[in-house]
């Protein structure tokens, strides 16, 4: 048997069989009891009802992935990537817009399988605990817009892969590295003016407390911005959320609509004082340093892999092809980025402390950031005693009694507090 074909179905089995583990250690790891930091937060009923949202969404996430699991199996084992390819090659083009045609039925036909999944994860799931806030025209709108996205961003780029592999020889893996990675600080820059008003509206914060002591604190710490917007979350979710977005000068605070109505400014400026602290922390830019690096190190061992006859045999391919090579060798990456995902978690848990301690340090006010913690738990349903295992697999956050126990431990009773 073809010993690429061994190792792919190795790999596509070993995450499968680590990703049910963790979910089964996660579901047991569930207590009944209310953690007495939660007290007067929780009720029996709605701890009751967290629980059954993370059993559900669990049992939902095994169902879907054992299905996308079995069903990347059998269309390995059975050549189905041959069959598309067959069909690509069927119009007569050249390479490049032949492995755009490869790609985009790859892509569309995954759409379309997991369209059903999606469907009931929004208008099922998600409505049988009160967050699905979305219309049927906005979940469609949806999909047209991310896969015009997808045309106008990814074609392009993914055509200049293709022509920097066939005609630049050896040095083509630096050159798509300079490409891809000057796509993704032009994303930065221009995500938060042009991509993301297509999904939601942001109108400017309006006047009052919360806006007078954001900026406030904002010049307090010479953070420079281009203003405090607030986005309209609850058109998809009732869940909760703040973000910062863009770079320099043309930084954004993002106050999701459901947050404001749920919290009070203390809170909420906590929030952002907690956001801020990730870009003074330089979070922001590292997390950007190590994208670019490591997508510089994998366009190195791809370049390693194209045209591998053996690769190509293990997918029962008639023809080699550059596109071909790119997508097996996303396979055989797995491993890697597993572990890649391991390491940016671990670090983005680290981080979090970091921006919680930043609140403390600048704002003072640790009962606010951890009442914020709580109700953000509270109301997005967050499981409050996850298992440490599935914490190092999947979560880029410490979980919220861990981050409260650190908050406490860096604000000592009677220290100073801002007061709006």
Not at 118 to 131: P, Q, R
Not at 149 to 158: A, M, N, Q, R
Not at 299 to 314: D, K, P, Q, T, V
Request: one cysteine or more; charged letters at 20%.
């Amino acid at each position: 048997m073809n010993i690429y074909l061994v190792i792919i179905l190795a790999i596509l089995a070993g995450r499968y069989i680590v990703e049910i583990v963790a979910d089964y250690l996660n579901i047991k790891a569930i207590r009944t009891e209310i953690p007495p930091e939660f007290s007067g937060y929780l009720d029996t009923d709605k701890y009751a009802k967290s629980q059954n949202y993370l059993k559900d969404n669990t049992l939902f996430g095994v169902f879907s992935d054992t299905f996308d699991t079995f069903t990347t199996i059998l269309f390995v084992v059975y050549g189905g990537f041959n069959y598309v390819d067959q069909l690509a090659r069927y119009f007569g083009y050249g390479s490049i817009v032949t492995g755009l045609l490869f790609a985009g039925i790859l892509m569309l036909a995954t759409r379309v399988i997991n369209l059903p999944f999606s469907i009931y994860e929004t208008f099922v799931l998600e409505a049988k605990y009160g967050f699905n806030k979305t219309t049927i025209k906005t979940f469609v709108l949806d999909i047209i817009k991310s896969l015009i996205l997808l045309v106008i961003i990814g074609t392009p780029l993914f055509a200049a892969i293709l022509w920097l592999f066939e005609d630049t020889g050896s040095m083509a893996w630096i050159y798509c590295w300079l490409t891809i990675s000057i796509v993704q600080i032009l994303m930065i820059f221009i995500a938060p003016y042009v991509i993301m008003p297509l999904f939601n509206k942001f109108t400017p914060l309006e006047d009052g407390e919360l806006k007078s002591a954001i900026e406030a604190y904002a010049r307090a710490q010479h953070f420079k911005m281009k203003g405090i917007f607030k986005m309209d979350g609850s058109k998809r979710s009732a869940k909760t959320n703040a973000f910062f977005t863009g770079f320099g000068k043309s930084r954004r605070i993002v106050l999701f609509d459901t947050l404001i109505e749920k919290h009070t400014p203390q809170e909420l400026l906590a929030v952002v004082a907690h956001e801020m602290g990730h870009y003074k922390k330089r979070h922001i830019l590292k997390a950007i340093s190590r994208s670019i690096t490591l997508t510089g190190a994998t366009l190195f061992l791809m370049s390693l892999f194209i045209g591998n006859r053996e690769l190509f045999a293990a997918f029962k391919m008639e023809n080699i092809s550059i596109y071909g090579s790119l997508f097996f060798f996303g396979f055989l990456y797995s491993p890697i980025a597993m572990i890649v995902s391991l390491i940016e978690n671990a670090i983005s848990r680290k981080h979090e402390y970091e921006a919680d301690a930043y609140v403390i340090q600048t704002c003072g006010n640790a009962d606010a950031m951890i009442s914020a913690l709580k109700k953000l738990s509270v109301d997005n349903l967050s499981n409050l005693t996850p298992h440490p295992f599935k914490v190092v697999m999947e979560y880029g956050h410490p979980p919220i009694l861990q981050r409260i126990e650190a908050i406490k431990r860096l604000s000592p009773p009677g220290a100073v507090e801002i007061i709006l």
